[in-house]
């Protein structure tokens, strides 16, 4: 049996446990309430009659008496369920009582006549036929002069419509029963009452809620459920209705039918199977029980059909349950007890009401579904209260998150201010300075000099140039990045050749430094894109540069089994951890250690490697110390196959863009005037076109048919770039055509890079030109 029981799953045992849970709860309430139900013959009144001798059939009629025992079931011995009878009894007493007595009958039918002594002491048998007849407790009034001494004898004519029988007749005093029936009657009327009126006023809530969330289907079936259950157990203890009788027995048949259909929506709902074939099956076939009730009720004969009809009732509430058990079990611990308990409660309920309703038990006994519902009705609510209780958190949880990415998108934005400032700042400086170079060198060369002097400024110029062009294309990089329009073009990327390419770029400025840079020689070929790459290294190297007053930079590349540590060490100034948490920031520049540490630049060189590595998916790590130098690593995954393959330098043609026609249109003079010379020293045939107007008298004229190329700015007076090229081929629509601009805002770049047409960032050089020009007509340039 051990191991029967290991081969069993741990969550089927406790499901299994559960179960068994359940059911003793529902047999010690079962105990206590039929503890309840016999209460009477345990009492402490003077006079218990529980002999007596009973008749079917009304009053006048030929009676065969036959000797019965209180409480008395007429199903056990065969009699039917409803019907006229008479009972009699014989009480013997030593005197006759000088008070007041009562005669108290638990079980008696709201249409029945008591007599003492021939008097009538209790009359509703001739009550209208609008009277409902079902047992319900009586406290009946004794005058002292209807008792004497002797034998005195009791006749009580009844007529039931269900459950027929009588309860034991208890005599006294009416101050000694009073309370005792008081008692009995709160626990059999009033409380059953009570709760399913709270049980009804719930229901209706959590119908509210329902019509303002439709959605919540399982909430609306079991509310509706709930509320009707309540209603039909609170109209159990009355004893009329304004309506016939045969109506009012097919409406609490219906009203079963409807409970369990909504017991069976529930239990869909829950089990997410709502809008499957089976809500069909539910409706259809409550549909059908009702109408073949309402036959039934229309031929007298609706008891005789409850007898068959229940049970199918009962499997249909069986198999909803057991659904709605199979869900809720993922309920976590109390909710999910308490639901459970009450949904077994209704169905052990219903299986005790049929036979109680069909006489199988004692006229002791009573209807269980009125403590079944508010028990159900309590687990339920528990649950929607638990779904409140958990919406709260999570608003509150939400308003917490809203207010962490309130503080977190203030901190941003202050950071953000920060660094405009920090951004403005630089800019009036490191901006200012090579323009205020090129200016006054562009001054002196209006004078008479030599020409080593002239060839002397012309070389300042260029250098100041090329630091503006610099911090230019800082710029423009990094609202690229930010704006997505780069995408990465992965490939085998070799290494040395990108460390030839750097070394002889950035040796000339370490050595007026007086430091040494070295790159060690390496074999490793990476998978990167080859520009991006090359950018963050040269921004990686330049800054070590800049920042090394003593010592050296080192660029090394190190093999870590499928990857490659690309890693630049320098002995410089080093950084400190908040430095190091700073670094990677947009316009950040740390305070130099001294004059030879000094840092130049606008700040967004780390920002740029740091932007590029993610969009590569390249990690970035930085280890620095504070007076001793710095470490950047960049791990690239390893290429394997050997691409270092030597390769002709191409030579370029001195004239390549000889015997060509290329349209240039641009607003600004000076750039327009450039552009025309520079394509003219190409060997170009320029036309060029001060804007949309311009260039619409020159297609007019037939521009458009000889010409092989298309340069245009972005921004025109009178148009835009992407329009003009539209403009341009519709007329010649395999012309290639190439935007250049200067704009650096993001929604810009992303609809430039959205048009496909090709785009070259200003300020740019020749040769970045005559590289744009021929890779976007190779055939052609």
């Given amino acids: 049996m051990n191991d029967t029981l290991a081969r069993v ?43 007596a001798e009973m008749a079917p059939g009304l009053p006048g009629s030929p009676a065969e008496w036959r000797a019965v025992t209180l409480p008395d079931t007429w199903a056990r011995h065969g009699l039917g369920r409803f019907g006229p009878a008479r009972y009699r009894a014989r009480l013997v007493l030593e005197a006759a009582p000088a008070e007041v007595w009562a005669l108290r009958i638990d079980r008696l039918s709201t249409r029945a006549d008591v007599r003492v002594n021939g ?26 002069t209807l008792l004497h001494a002797g034998e005195n004898l009791l006749e009580i004519d009844v007529d039931h419509g269900a459950r027929g029988g009588l309860s034991p007749l208890l005599l006294g005093p009416m101050e000694q029963l009073e309370g005792a029936f008081a008692a009995g009657y709160h626990l059999s009327v009033d409380q059953p009452r009570a709760l399913n009126i709270v049980s009804a006023g719930a229901c209706l809530v959590a119908l509210l809620v329902w019509w303002r969330r439709r959605s919540e289907v399982a909430l609306g079936s079991f509310a509706a459920l709930g509320l009707l259950a309540s209603l039909r157990n609170v109209s159990y203890s009355a004893v009329g209705s304004p309506l016939p009788l045969e ?31 089976w809500r069909s099956v539910w409706l259809i076939g409550g549909a059908v029980m009702a109408v073949l009730g309402s036959v039934a009720a229309a031929g007298h004969w609706l008891q005789q059909a409850r007898a068959l009809l229940y049970p199918i009732l009962l499997l249909g509430l069986l198999v909803a349950l057991t659904l709605v058990w199979r869900t809720m079990r993922r309920l976590p611990g109390p909710t999910q007890l308490l639901l459970m308990l009450g949904m077994a409660a209704v169905f ?23 403590y079944a519902v508010p028990l159900a009705v309590l687990g339920f609510t528990a649950m929607l209260v638990r779904r409140v209780v958990d919406a709260m958190h999570g608003v509150e949880v939400a308003n917490a998150a809203l207010e962490l990415r309130v503080r977190e998108r203030t901190e941003a934005l202050e950071q953000a201010n920060a660094a405009k400032g920090r951004f403005i700042a630089a800019a009036s400086h490191d901006l200012r300075q090579p323009v205020a170079s090129i200016g006054l060198l562009a001054g002196l060369l209006r004078e008479p000099m030599g020409e080593a002097r002239q060839r002397s400024l012309i070389e300042r110029i260029e250098q100041a140039t090329a630091a503006l062009e610099s911090l230019l294309k800082g710029l423009l990089d990094l609202s690229r990045l930010d704006a997505g329009t780069v995408q990465p073009r992965l490939a085998a990327v070799p290494l040395q050749p990108l ?10 400025g370490a ?54 540590l690309l890693q630049v060490w320098d002995s410089g100034v080093g950084m400190d951890e908040a430095q190091q948490a700073q670094a990677f920031e947009d316009f950040v520049q740390f305070e130099p250690a001294g004059a030879e540490g000094a840092v130049r630049g606008l700040g967004l060189g780390l920002a740029i490697v740091q932007r590029s590595a993610r969009l590569l998916g390249h990690a970035l790590t930085l280890r620095s110390q504070p007076g001793r130098g710095s470490c950047f690593t960049l791990e690239l995954p390893l290429e394997r196959r050997s691409l270092l393959r030597d390769a ?23 750039v327009r005037e450039a552009l025309q010379w520079r394509l003219e020293a190409w060997g170009a045939q320029v036309r060029a076109y001060a804007g949309m107007s311009a260039l619409t008298e020159g297609l007019a004229g037939g521009a458009a048919d000889a010409a092989d190329l298309l340069i245009t700015d972005l921004r025109l007076p009178d148009g835009d770039g992407l329009e003009v090229v539209s403009r341009v081929q519709a007329l010649r629509p395999a012309l290639p055509a190439l935007v250049v601009t200067g704009n650096t805002l993001p929604a810009e770049l992303a609809r430039l890079a959205g048009s496909g047409v090709a785009v070259l960032n200003k300020p740019f050089r020749a040769e970045a030109l005559l590289a744009a020009l021929q890779a976007l007509a190779p055939r052609s340039v």
């Fill in 119 to 144: 008097a009538l002491v209790h009359g509703m048998l001739t009550a209208g036929p609008k009277a409902l007849r079902r047992p319900v407790p009586a406290l009946i009034a004794l005058p002292p």
């Fill in 499 to 508: 460390f030839d390419a750097i070394a002889a770029h950035e040796a000339a």
């Fill in 348 to 370: 052990g309920a219903g299986v005790h009401d049929y036979f109680y309703q069909q006489g199988l038990t004692s006229v002791m006994d009573s209807y269980w579904m009125p």
């Fill in 9 to 51: 799953p741990p969550h089927r045992l406790a499901g299994w446990a559960r179960l068994v849970l359940l059911l003793l709860v529902l047999c010690v309430a079962w105990a206590l309430l039929y503890g309840w139900s016999v209460r009477a013959e345990a009492q402490d009144a003077p006079q218990v009659l529980t002999l």
């Fill in 247 to 277: 109506l009012v027995d097919w409406m609490f048949f219906a009203t079963q039918v409807a409970s369990v259909v909504l017991v069976g929506l529930f239990a869909l709902a829950v089990a997410g199977r709502f809008d499957s074939r």
């Fill in 511 to 564: 050595r007026a430094r007086g430091i040494h840079l070295r790159f060690r020689p390496t074999g490793c070929v990476v998978v990167s894109d080859a520009l991006l790459l090359e950018q963050m290294l040269r921004n990686l190297v330049g800054n070590a540069v800049r920042c090394t007053a003593r010592g050296g930079v080192l660029v090394a590349a190190r093999r870590r089994g499928e990857h490659v």
């Fill in 648 to 670: 002709p330098a191409p030579v370029a043609p001195v004239r390549p863009l000889a015997g060509r026609c290329v349209l240039v249109v641009d607003d600004e003079p000076a």
